[in-house]
């Protein structure tokens, strides 16, 4: 995904790499953890922005979910390494990523996304998928 917007003296563009788990095993009493990536870059004057992450379709942020057919794979999406702050919008107790003017300016700027699948979930086999929407305010 990438999308590129702004007013005529500043311009913001993002993109996401996929963020991949691989396969889970439902006997591991870990659970899986991955991280995928954020690059924003922001040109022209200097802005406070903001990066908010929507449920994927989930009804609230506390278990986001991929979906296999109608077999429901439960994950989250964290801005932290511990695991411990669910990367959102704001809402249901999440936060989301603000960078008071990002610095250098007019470069890429990458941002990890670090995801966890919780362990012992009963599933079926299957390729579980979901899409969550990036925003860029600024």
């Known amino acids: 995904m990438v999308a590129t917007f702004g007013p005529a003296d500043a311009v913001c563009s993002i ?21 995928g990536s954020l690059i924003y870059r922001c040109e022209g004057r200097d802005q406070n922005i903001r990066i908010t992450l929507n449920t994927g379709g989930a009804p609230s942020f506390a278990a986001r979910r991929m979906l296999s057919g109608s077999n429901q794979l439960f994950y989250n999406l964290f801005l ?11 809402t249901g107790g999440t ?5 008071r003017n990002p610095r250098p300016n007019n470069q890429d700027i990458s941002v990890p996304i670090y995801g966890r699948i919780p362990a012992l979930q009963d599933v079926r086999v299957g390729n579980y998928t979901n899409t969550i929407t990036v925003t860029i305010n600024f």
């Open 80 to 90: 932290n390494a511990a695991r411990t702050v669910i990367w959102g919008d704001g």
């Open 15 to 35: 993109s996401a790499t996929s963020i991949v788990f691989g396969t889970y095993d439902v006997l591991n009493p870990a659970p899986l953890d991955t991280t």
């Open 95 to 99: 936060q989301f990523l603000f960078v």
